[in-house]
């Protein structure tokens, strides 16, 4: 059977047309085989009928979910990906034009793990980023190099995009 898949940043929004990952493994027994690894927008692949494993990655984003293909009707299937896009950058100052110069950026976990720590959700190098995240609440920490750390907290929403400067000085 020919088994659809598609992402939406939030339910009702578009299709995701590029740079999404989905990994489909067949469930049996406790075993996990791979069936396929597709990345694109929609993506198709000949399925039996059976229990899968799912795995759809767009950004920082990932979801897994289990699929059980019984008939033509469980095709095509849609994840959701709950998730929003945020854009960083810094400037030296209020009113400054932002920085150009390579800043370390991590996004961090809001809530600490059980060992106390945040947990490194993304990291980049670069004057400018941007990501898709899942929906909720993280740290982010930004130094340029020999600076002072910077923290902010920011908050994001699914299906919408934020962009966020912070100040260096």
Do not use: C
């Not at 009702?12 to 690894?37: C, H, W, Y």
């Not at 990291?123 to 909720?136: C, I, Q």
């Amino acid at each position: 059977m020919p088994l659809q898949l598609q992402a939406v940043i939030v339910s009702g929004a578009k299709p995701i047309p590029r740079n999404v990952s989905f990994m489909l493994e067949r469930v049996d027994q406790g075993r996990r085989e791979t069936v396929a690894n597709l990345t694109g927008g929609v993506a198709n692949v000949d399925v039996k009928p059976g229990r899968y494993r799912l795995t759809t990655a767009y950004g920082a984003t990932v979801i897994e979910e289990d699929l059980d293909v019984r008939s033509a009707k469980d095709l095509p299937h849609e994840v959701n990906l709950n998730a929003g896009e945020i854009g960083l950058n810094m400037i030296p100052h209020v009113g400054g034009k932002p920085l150009q110069t390579p800043i370390d950026w991590q996004i961090l976990s809001y809530r600490k793990n059980y060992q106390g720590k945040r947990d490194v959700i993304f990291s980049a190098n670069a004057a400018e980023t941007e990501v898709v995240l899942p929906a909720g609440w993280y740290m982010v920490h930004a130094q340029q190099k020999g600076g002072k750390l910077r923290k902010h907290v920011i908050e994001v929403t699914a299906g919408t995009r934020y962009n966020y400067t912070l100040v260096r000085d």
